[in-house]
């Protein structure tokens, strides 16, 4: 038989297949599919092609989450296109109109007004008292003040305060009112003396303020201060671009790269302020020791604040000299944080005379915190007995006390008020839940819930308990709990300034199975579950960045080592989100941890979260015992301090709660004991 060409075998397969997958009719033929012959096959006549079948268009959820990517990557037309999908009913349809209106808005430009600023108009109007719309009204005010049309700022804003929270539309605001010819130098030195980078907004205010005469030397200065305060290299180089414009570049970023060798060239004076602020944040011991030599060259009020830089910065290191540079720095200039430090060395140190001055140096909000509320009024106790000196500290303790938080249930027993939970307010009404379920901003929160973004649902939630009552907090509480979400529930319940549930504030699910774990390891319930309000607030599945998992966040390598020391020799990493396994595993630790470290509830909540060996090492540091309220606040981590003093507060609660009986957060904190920074035995699962 004659071969078939190669062209027509081609020919011949490509019709077949097209007819097969029915993208043809049967008597579609080209003049190559005539030579196949009788060598092309043919279907079988008994039996017929499947029909293809379209695949299904995105669905709206779907849509959204694919707008939502698209977006962030700045693929205009791939948001478009699944925008368009998402329907206007949904109830997130909002947010991703906002998520174009944001794109529009940054690409706004000029003072005059844009067609962006119109759809701005329009949507902020049309969905004002919502997240969207608040998100919106924020973007489009940072549009106007990046352009600078401060008259159009202005509407916008509409005499309100701008957002605490948000440093640029703070200084585009006083920028506004600096155009209008407004002296604003006194409301801008908060925001502008910040430890931190500061937007360009704000350095923009900074040097419009010189540029109008309203500031000068001395704010340049304090500007300086707070940059080298704040750690930041390029804040720093800002700053002195605008304090020292004399000083070199080059020798400003060697300054800050090599302090040491800089001090040694013997420096300007404002170059050795600038390498010896630097070297205190790496070296204390160092910077201190140079300051015999370099710090001479200071001006009075700079030796104090680099004095300040090394206490702070050797305290947040727990270094032993850290109170005698604290006492170098009376009266120093600094940053709150700082400020927090140097009165921490003298927590340390028993020295209240330190801890009194460096709180009474600090901001009205920075004073205003529960934290230093409390330390100031036990400062004004200790250094004097007389009456008014008493008063004065009552006054501070009455203040803060009376809510659920750690230094109010301080500042409480201090007027000698135990912990005792309040009675619990009536329970919702249907009509009350009902109210709240149709709240629009928690439909969207639980839409975001469902979508797995949890974070966007948190924002949409908390957005919506703004501005509740009482009763409507306490109906929220209860249908995040009916829900199944009850870190919801002990959001809103958190929130009752007068009437509460503290069934809701602090839950017990699941007692019956952790009371009896709890009890066969040997460690109180109330602070099991003080410690999982804490560590997950209830979500079972919850995971941390770093890989804890369960309710008791606890991780692979400490899971695998339990698991040995148990003897579950079958145990399968998985297992460890099963509710059993993690009580028994986090509870079997906790008390592994507490027997190892003199059984302190504080060393062993600090050992949980951060590893055993580091509260070891910190209690070695301790020139003397110390009350446990004083060494969970000198902890260094940040984390692991708010972590230890979260817990202690829940567990008193738990404890209150579940016995009807007062209870005492000093005595549960109890005294910490000096003692060696190395534990006899290997710490278990490590650090």
């Known amino acids: 038989m004659k071969p078939i060409p190669r062209a027509a075998r081609v020919a011949c397969a490509s019709i077949l297949g097209a007819f097969l997958l029915g993208a043809l009719p049967a008597s579609a033929q080209s003049p190559a599919s005539r030579n196949c012959g009788k060598s092309c096959a043919k279907p079988a006549p008994a039996r017929e092609a499947a029909p293809v079948r379209e695949p299904e268009a995105p669905g709206p959820d779907e849509s959204l989450l694919a707008a939502r990517a698209a977006i962030a990557r700045g693929d205009v037309a791939r948001f478009e296109q699944a925008a368009a999908r998402v329907g206007a009913d949904h109830p997130l349809r909002m947010h991703v109109d906002h998520w174009r209106l944001r794109a529009q808005l940054a690409e706004a430009r000029g003072d005059a007004p844009t067609p962006a600023d119109a759809e701005a108009r329009a949507f902020v ?22 352009r600078q049309a401060w008259d159009a700022f202005d ?35 908060e925001p502008l003396m910040q430890p931190r980078d500061l937007p360009e907004a704000c350095m923009q205010l900074l040097s419009a303020l010189v540029a109008a005469g309203q500031a000068g030397a001395p704010e340049l200065a304090h500007r300086l201060e707070a940059a080298l305060d704040s750690g930041s290299p390029a804040a720093v180089r800002r700053a002195v671009a605008l304090a020292a414009p004399g000083l070199d570049a080059r020798q400003v ?65 727990l270094a032993p000299e850290s109170l005698a540079w604290a006492r170098e720095a009376r009266g120093a200039r600094a940053s709150d944080d700082s400020l927090g430090w140097i009165a921490r060395a003298g927590l340390r140190g028993r020295d209240w005379a330190v801890v009194r ?35 004065q500290a009552r006054v501070l303790f009455t203040s803060i006390a009376g809510r659920a938080d750690f230094y109010s249930q301080l500042a409480g027993e201090e007027l000698g008020l135990p912990v005792i939970a309040p009675p619990r307010a009536t329970p919702p009404t249907p009509a009350e839940l009902a109210e709240v379920r149709a709240m629009p901003g928690l439909v969207r929160a639980f839409k975001w819930y469902e979508l797995g973004l949890r ?72 602070w099991v579950y003080g410690l999982i309000r804490q560590e997950s607030r209830f979500v079972a599945d919850a995971r941390s960045p770093v890989g804890a998992s369960g309710l008791m966040q606890i991780m692979p390598a400490t899971a695998r080592w339990i698991a040995k020391k148990m003897g579950a020799g079958d145990f399968e990493a998985h297992r460890i989100n099963e509710l059993e396994t993690n009580l028994q595993f986090g509870s079997f630790y906790l008390r592994t941890v507490h027997d190892g470290l ?55 609660w738990y404890a209150a709660i579940t016995t009807g009986q007062p209870q005492s957060l000093k005595a549960l904190l109890g005294e910490i004991q000096p003692g060696p920074a190395v534990a006899p035995t290997p710490s278990p699962g490590g650090d």
């Open 125 to 146: 109007e049309r969905h004002a008292g919502t997240l969207a719309g608040d998100l919106a009204r924020r973007d489009w005010l940072a549009s106007l003040g990046r």
């Open 155 to 189: 509407e916008v804003l509409g005499g309100s305060p701008p957002p605490r929270d948000d440093l640029a539309l703070r200084c585009h605001a006083l920028q506004a009112r600096l155009a209008r010819g407004e002296t604003v130098v006194a409301d801008a030195r």
């Open 253 to 317: 970023d060697a300054a800050l790269a090599r302090p040491v060798q800089a001090l040694e060239a013997g420096p300007s004076r404002d170059l050795a302020l600038v390498a010896l602020a630097t070297l205190a944040r790496t070296d204390p011991a160092e910077a201190a020791q140079r300051m015999a030599t370099a710090g001479a060259r200071l001006r009075s009020s700079e030796r104090a604040f680099v004095w300040g830089q090394i206490a702070a910065n050797g305290m947040r290191r």
């Open 357 to 391: 001055g460096a709180i009474e140096r600090m901001s009205e909000a920075g004073r205003a915190d529960p934290t230093w509320t409390y330390w100031l009024g036990r400062a004004v106790m200790a250094q004097s007995d007389r009456p008014e000196a008493q008063h």
């Open 455 to 526: 974070q966007e649902g948190n924002r949409e939630w908390n957005f919506s308990m703004r501005g509740l009552t009482d009763r409507q907090l306490i109906a929220a509480a209860e249908h995040g709990r009916q829900r199944g979400m009850l870190d919801r529930a002990v959001n809103a319940a958190d929130r009752t300034r007068d009437e509460h549930d503290f069934t809701l504030r602090f839950p017990m699910p699941f007692a019956e199975r952790l009371v009896p774990i709890a009890r066969q390891q040997g460690v109180d319930p109330a």
């Open 598 to 652: 003199d059984r302190s509830m504080v060393l062993a909540s600090a050992g949980y979260n951060a590893g055993p060996g580091r509260p070891r090492s910190w209690r070695g540091t301790l020139p003397q015992p110390l009350e446990g309220a004083a060494f969970a606040e000198i902890i260094p981590f940040n984390e692991t301090r708010g972590y230890v003093k979260h817990v202690l507060s829940n567990a008193a």
